[in-house]
């Protein structure tokens, strides 16, 4: 089965990287040859973004680039954005569309029909829908696939899928269903046996960790705490930060980096975006986490442009994230999306005053970032070096710092943080 080149595409957020990852071991565990990246290939699996307007259209436009890398080969669409509009994929070369629900089953199942049962040039006549795009699973069961997962330097660790929040601009829990939890020993056990010196634990809203099966996101973290790679957290909501959360990464070997989302600064943006916090509890929320972890890179989201967002809001945003002093900031456009309750609700502000906000933004991005690597300036600490840009070996920091330098890939270096240099610092042994 050799003869036959898998390319997994991957858009979008940290759990459709581990859902690639799983893919690709699912594949490979069945004696195909599948990997990662836009590159020649006699099939290609696209795992699909919806979360916003241009992630949808960057869906569709890889189709085009696919079929331009080769013209005869057979394409499979899976994700939010094929849970979200799966007609809009009907294109020449796509073969079957799949939902946000057990990729790596239906993937596995569409290459199987191409391979063993000779189906590689009757597939074109017609697409294969998985049935699971006309229900989105809301059940309480766990879609996870047990193959090791391939990885380069970091392993993605899927804890969670799913949210009940639904924030009045999100498309997602209409895609990814209800939040429901991996069990604990499920996830240590997986984690124990990578090989990975850093691991990542990732999910579509992992603040809800463990609410659906009766344990709490710190008992997981203390759970973790025997892994000995060093371990870094995806993106949280405020609420979970505590002290027992604080103390377990404290004690675990959890790098200080925190990935809070924020989406605005004003209260009351924050009540029409169904958010259920104000600046003075998140506000709290960041001081705590610098009591425990002075140098800690806090990072966040920013809709610029929501349509309650009035120019009095937007400066009061403005001053709540100075006040933050991020390490850095993701700035997003307000994009309105079909079926929430925002796009039902409110209009749109002109595009030109959307474009002038993200632009002061990202004058304050900027700026706070040029801060925090000033803070850390001659700052010794251990870098995990991952790969190659610009003549230097680059890697990160704990707190996410990008690292330039000359030290071997593939290992964790105490480095001494020197110079600005792009988007990071240089670095050198000391």
């Given amino acids: 089965m050799d003869s036959l080149i898998i390319k997994v595409v991957t858009l979008g957020c940290k759990v459709n990287q581990c859902e690639s990852a799983s893919i690709v ?3 490979n565990s069945h004696n195909y040859n599948a990997s ?29 680039k696919m079929c331009k890398l ?10 939010c954005s094929t849970q979200n509009k799966p007609h809009k994929f009907e294109k020449s070369n796509v073969i079957a569309i799949g939902s946000t629900t057990d990729k790596a089953r239906f993937c596995l199942s569409i290459i199987d029909k191409l391979y063993k049962d000779n189906h590689y040039n009757t597939l074109l006549n017609r697409i294969i829908f998985d049935e699971n795009i006309e229900k989105i699973d809301k059940s309480t069961q766990f879609c996870y696939e047990k193959y090791p997962k391939s990885t380069k330097t970091r392993a993605f660790i899927k804890i969670q899928d799913g949210c009940n929040r639904f924030c009045s601009y999100c498309i997602i829990p209409y895609l990814r269903g209800r939040s429901r939890s991996r069990s604990i020993d499920d996830i240590v056990k997986e984690c124990e046996h990578i090989s990975s010196k850093e691991v990542v634990l990732t999910g579509i809203d992992m603040s809800m960790y463990g609410k659906d099966i009766g344990v709490s996101f710190t008992e997981l973290l203390n759970a973790l705490s025997r892994v000995k790679a060093r371990k870094r957290l995806g993106s949280l909501e405020c609420e979970v930060v505590d002290r ?12 200080p980096h925190f990935h809070l989302s924020l989406q ?28 425990y ?31 933050c002093k991020f390490s850095d900031i993701h700035v997003f456009p307000y994009s309105s999306r079909e079926g929430t309750l925002a796009a039902r609700k409110y209009k749109t502000l002109p595009p030109s005053i959307v474009k002038e906000r993200v632009n002061v933004l990202l004058d304050i991005k900027s700026r706070l970032h040029g801060a925090f690597l000033n803070q850390n300036t001659n700052a010794i600490m251990p870098v995990y070096i991952e790969d190659v840009e610009d003549s ?21 270096v105490d480095l001494c943080l020197t110079d600005k240099y792009k988007d990071g610092l240089f670095a050198v042994r000391k």
Avoid: W
């Avoid at 604080?246 to 790098?255: I, P, S």
């Avoid at 009540?271 to 003075?280: A, L, V």
């Fill in 244 to 255: 027992p959360m604080l103390e377990a990464m404290r004690d675990g070997n959890y790098c």
């Fill in 36 to 64: 990662e990246g836009l590159a020649p290939a006699d099939v290609y699996i696209l795992n699909t973004c919806s979360v916003t307007a241009e992630a949808d259209k960057k869906s569709r436009q890889h189709v085009s």
């Fill in 25 to 27: 071991s699912t594949l």
């Fill in 70 to 79: 080769n013209p005869d080969c057979r394409i499979i669409v899976v994700g």
């Fill in 392 to 412: 230097f070996n680059v890697g990160y920091t704990p707190n996410y710092i990008k690292v330039y330098s000359k030290e071997p890939c593939g290992e964790i």
């Fill in 293 to 323: 972890f002075p140098l800690a890179g806090i990072t966040t989201d920013i809709i610029v442009g929501f349509p309650t967002e009035t120019d009095e809001f937007f400066r009061e945003s403005c001053d709540f994230i100075d006040k």
């Fill in 264 to 291: 605005s600064g004003s209260n009351e943006v924050l009540r029409t975006m169904n958010r259920h916090y104000d600046q003075e509890f998140y506000f709290e929320k960041i001081e705590l986490i610098r009591q």
